[in-house]
């Protein structure tokens, strides 16, 4: 079992930058592949980025690519997510994901593990 739990939401002002943790639970947490995925207001849940259980892969989704990026720290237990450069359509809740495989992936339902959320409001 992995519990995920997400911080360092908020409400910024576009442009503005914020950056996510995701601190995991468990003496397991190397083996995971990790991901954030978002969901606006109304949508459905979105692919963010992925990293892979060694940090050395990882994933973005197009609308976040060159202004995200994923990291973790696996003597820390935690992922993070840097975002640079925030738009208005960023707002969403970030969610925090855990994967039994270790490479990382971009769909949602290879994922075991989620975290509760954190929520992202940018204003224009």
């Known amino acids: 079992q992995v519990q995920l739990v997400e911080s360092g939401g908020g409400l910024v002002q576009a442009g503005a930058s914020l950056r996510l943790s995701c601190a995991a639970s468990?003496?397991?947490?190397?083996?995971?592949?990790m991901g954030w995925f978002r969901q606006a207001r109304g949508k459905e849940r979105d692919f963010v980025a992925a990293?892979?259980?060694?940090?050395?892969?990882?994933y973005y989704a197009d609308s976040v690519k060159g202004r995200f990026t994923i990291s973790r720290g696996n003597g820390k237990n935690t992922v993070y997510l840097e975002m640079n450069s925030l738009k208005p359509e960023d707002t969403a809740v970030y969610y925090c994901?855990?994967?039994?495989?270790?490479?990382?992936?971009?769909?949602?339902?290879?994922?075991?593990?989620w975290g509760q959320g954190t929520q992202v409001t940018v204003s224009s």
């Open positions: 468990g003496r397991t947490f190397r083996s995971y592949g």
């Open positions: 994901a855990a994967d039994d495989f270790p490479g990382g992936s971009r769909w949602s339902t290879d994922y075991d593990y």
């Open positions: 990293i892979s259980s060694n940090g050395g892969t990882t």
